[in-house]
């Protein structure tokens, strides 16, 4: 198992201070970035682009970039990204015309690459592309909004996906992305996710990094309960 990474989406930040809010949540302990770049397409919103990305990194961010991308064709966008410093790209199989093939291409330009699968789309595309992934992400919302309710059933998809990185001896991380709060953090840790996407949770808190601390007591309980 890797080190838990947290990772703030910035879906839920002040985007008038973005710059001061991602250097702030990472001062206060998340790990990672999180971009929800959503196209009114594939999911019924519109978020950020590319240029955002390349702002964050002139700002100075330097801990890694993770972009989810919920857009459809997704194959044009992911060199631009690359090329504006994301460091982690995730999309979902349905749309790529060929997962294969778009994997390969995040690989091609530089990025770590990953699948993501909604709360309703099967596991099955792992069978076929393991060798190629650095990261599954497991939508624990539908996509398209922040500040959706977890949705429990989702919690043996995670262990299923957990048992087939086992199975593949490969170092694989396993995310979670929606509803993540302190109150259910612990049980997904214990289900076995490793990095935790959380935005209102975190943005919409006080203080972060107190935030980001109970966060982690509560993943060590999770951990210690799989154990």
């Not at 919103?45 to 002139?58: F, H, M, Q, S, Y």
């Not at 393991?130 to 939508?139: E, N, Q």
């Not at 302190?182 to 209102?200: E, H």
């Amino acid at each position: 198992m890797f080190a838990p990474w947290i990772a703030p989406s910035i879906l839920s930040a002040d985007f008038a201070r973005l710059g001061e809010e991602v250097t702030a949540v990472l001062g206060a302990g998340a790990d990672i970035v999180h971009f929800d770049v959503m196209d009114n397409h594939y999911v019924p919103n519109l978020t950020i682009g590319p240029l955002v990305c390349e702002a964050l990194r002139k700002h100075g961010v330097q801990a890694p970039i993770d972009v989810h991308l919920m857009v459809k064709p997704v194959d044009r966008i992911i060199p631009d990204f690359a090329k504006a410093g994301a460091s982690i790209i995730t999309f979902h199989p349905e749309a790529s015309e060929h997962v294969d093939r778009t994997l390969g291409l995040i690989k091609e330009c530089g990025c770590k690459a990953g699948l993501v699968f909604n709360p309703a789309t099967s596991l099955n595309w792992l069978d076929h592309v393991m060798d190629k992934l650095d990261m599954i992400l497991l939508m624990s919302v539908n996509p398209g909004f922040g500040g959706q309710q977890f949705i429990p059933a989702v919690l043996p998809k995670i262990r299923e996906a957990r048992r087939r990185i086992a199975d593949s001896q490969r170092e694989i991380r396993l995310e979670i992305d929606g509803g993540v709060k302190v109150d259910n953090i612990a049980a997904i840790a214990q289900a076995g996710v490793d990095t935790f996407v959380a935005g209102s949770a975190i943005f919409g808190a006080k203080d972060y990094r107190a935030t980001i601390a109970a966060m982690r007591t509560e993943i060590k309980k999770g951990v210690a309960g799989k154990a």
